[in-house]
C-alpha cells in the first residue's frame, strides 16, 4: 500500500477513534449511573480499539513522524489493558481509574514533548496541543490520586479525562499529520 493512502487511512481512523473518546466521555458525564454497568467492557474495547488505531499511525509513513512516534509500545500498551479489562470485568472500577489515569497522563505528558516539538518544526497550533495536553494530564493525575468516591463521581471523572483525551487527539490529528501527495515512501522496515 502505497505511503500516502496509508497516512491518510491512519489519520482518518485517528480522527474517528478521537471522535468516538470524546463521545464515550460526554456519554459517561451526561448518564454515569446508567454508564456504570457496561463501563468496563466499554472502555476495554475502546482501548483496544485505541491501541490498534495507534499501531496503524506507527507504520504509517508521517511526514513529520510527531503524531505517531511513540505509537508502537503505545498501542500495545493499550491494546494489553483493553484486553484485560474485557475480561475482568468485577471489580475493576478502581484499576480502572488507575488504569486510566496512568494512560491519560503518559499520553499528556507525551504530547507536550510532542508540542515542543511542533513548535521547533514551526506548526503554528502547537500551543493548541499543549494546552490540550495539560488539561488531560491534570485529569489523569486527578484519575489516579482520587479512584475513591460514589460511582456515579468516579465515572464522570472518567468521562472528562476520556473527553480531554479525545480532544487532545483530535488536535494532534489536525494539527499535525500533514499529507503530501508527491512524497515517496520511505524504505520499509
Not at 471522535?19 to 467492557?41: E, K, M, Q, R
Not at 481509574?97 to 491519560?104: D, Y
Not at 495536553?133 to 468521562?159: D, R
Amino acid at each position: 500500500m502505497p505511503s500516502v493512502k496509508l497516512m491518510k487511512i491512519a489519520k482518518g481512523v485517528y480522527i474517528a477513534a478521537s471522535a468516538a473518546f470524546c463521545a464515550l466521555g460526554l456519554l459517561l458525564i451526561c448518564a454515569p449511573d446508567a454508564a456504570a454497568a457496561v463501563i468496563g467492557g466499554a472502555v476495554g474495547a475502546a482501548l483496544l480499539l485505541f491501541g490498534g488505531v495507534k499501531l496503524l499511525g506507527y507504520f504509517s509513513k508521517d511526514l513529520y513522524r510527531l503524531a505517531f512516534q511513540y505509537d508502537l509500545a503505545f498501542g500495545i500498551l493499550l491494546s494489553v489493558l483493553g484486553i484485560l479489562l474485557l475480561f475482568h470485568i468485577e471489580g475493576t472500577m478502581r484499576l480502572l481509574c488507575v488504569v486510566l489515569g496512568v494512560i491519560v497522563l503518559a499520553e499528556g505528558l507525551f504530547k507536550v514533548q510532542m508540542a515542543l516539538d511542533a513548535r521547533r518544526f514551526g506548526l503554528l497550533r502547537w500551543q493548541l496541543i499543549l494546552v490540550m495536553a495539560l488539561a488531560t494530564g491534570i485529569s489523569g493525575v486527578v484519575l489516579i490520586v482520587w479512584p475513591e468516591g460514589s460511582v456515579g463521581t468516579v465515572i464522570v471523572f472518567m468521562g472528562i479525562s476520556l473527553l480531554l483525551e479525545g480532544a487532545l487527539n483530535l488536535s494532534v490529528a489536525l494539527c499535525t499529520i500533514k499529507i503530501i501527495q508527491n512524497q515517496r515512501p520511505e524504505d520499509p522496515l
